[in-house]
């Protein structure tokens, strides 16, 4: 959370990362207002906004599903079932006649 408390009351899963970059930016800056020493700080600054944002870890599991879903097309499944087979799975009582699982059964009335 921005407050830097979780939602627990704790720190927040980010803060380690805020104060390594913080502690960057104390130990590199000057006196001068120089921003020189900031770019020191990159990679701080990088783990920082990954923590924050996941935007890496997305991308890299997007592209790990892509690869995935791009090898099983390479090489489908030679004992996958068929359409036909799955509808025969005896899950349904339909004796054969796929009208008969559209119709409600007659109720009993008194």
């Avoid at 990159?42 to 870890?57: G, I, N, S, T």
Wanted: glycine content about 8%.
């Amino acid at each position: 959370m921005a407050s830097g408390y979780g939602l627990t009351g704790g720190v927040s899963r980010c803060f380690p990362f805020w104060q390594e970059l913080l502690a960057c930016y104390i130990v590199n800056s000057n006196a001068d207002g120089d921003d020189s020493g900031k770019l020191k700080c990159v990679p701080a600054l990088e783990d920082y906004y990954e923590c924050l944002h996941h935007r890496k870890e997305a991308a890299r599991t997007m592209e790990l599903q892509r690869a995935y879903r791009k090898a099983e097309a390479a090489h489908p499944r030679d004992d996958a079932p068929k359409v036909g087979s799955i509808r025969k799975l005896g899950l349904l009582d339909t004796n054969g006649d796929p009208e008969s699982v559209l119709k409600l059964p007659k109720s009993k009335s008194t």
